[in-house]
C-alpha cells in the first residue's frame, strides 16, 4: 500500500479550493428596524430601514438572477424566514407587473 493507515488522521483536512469562507448572515436579521445615523452637524438621524415589500423592486432585484429565476438560500444568505419572504413578495410583484416573470 502505498499509504499507511497511521498518517491518515494526522493531517488537518482542507476544504476543496483551500479557502476558507466566512458563513453567510442573513442581511434582514442582522440590521436593526431603525437605524441611528449621525448627520454633518453632528446631530443624529433615525431612519428606519425598509422591510420586505412587494413595491420596493430595487431590492427584490437583488435577489433575483439574470433569467429571472429566483436565487436560493444558500446565494442569498437570507434566513429561512426571510427566504420566504422574499419569495412571496417577488411572486406578488410578478403577479401585479411590477417585475418580470422571465426576462429577454
Not at 5 to 27: F, Q
Not at 38 to 44: C, H, L, R, W
Given at each position: 500500500?502505498?499509504?499507511?493507515?497511521?498518517?491518515?488522521?494526522?493531517?488537518?483536512?482542507?476544504?476543496?479550493?483551500?479557502?476558507?469562507?466566512?458563513?453567510?448572515?442573513?442581511?434582514?436579521?442582522?440590521?436593526?428596524?431603525v437605524?441611528?445615523?449621525?448627520?454633518?452637524?453632528?446631530?443624529?438621524?433615525?431612519?428606519?430601514?425598509?422591510?420586505?415589500?412587494?413595491?420596493?423592486?430595487?431590492?427584490?432585484?437583488?435577489?433575483?438572477?439574470?433569467?429571472?429565476?429566483?436565487?436560493?438560500?444558500?446565494?442569498?444568505?437570507?434566513?429561512?424566514?426571510?427566504?420566504?419572504?422574499?419569495?412571496?413578495?417577488?411572486?406578488?410583484?410578478r403577479?401585479?407587473?411590477?417585475m418580470?416573470?422571465?426576462?429577454?
Amino acid at each position: 500500500m502505498a499509504f499507511n493507515k497511521e498518517d491518515r488522521g494526522t493531517a488537518p483536512r482542507r476544504r476543496s479550493g483551500g479557502i476558507h469562507r466566512r458563513r453567510k448572515v442573513c442581511v434582514f436579521c442582522a440590521r436593526p428596524a431603525v437605524k441611528e445615523v449621525n448627520t454633518e452637524e453632528g446631530s443624529s438621524e433615525v431612519k428606519k430601514v425598509p422591510t420586505i415589500s412587494y413595491k420596493d423592486t430595487a431590492l427584490l432585484r437583488k435577489y433575483v438572477s439574470e433569467r429571472g429565476k429566483i436565487l436560493p438560500r444558500r446565494v442569498t444568505g437570507c434566513c429561512a424566514k426571510h427566504q420566504r419572504e422574499l419569495t412571496t413578495a417577488i411572486k406578488r410583484a410578478r403577479h401585479i407587473a411590477l417585475m418580470p416573470y422571465v426576462t429577454d
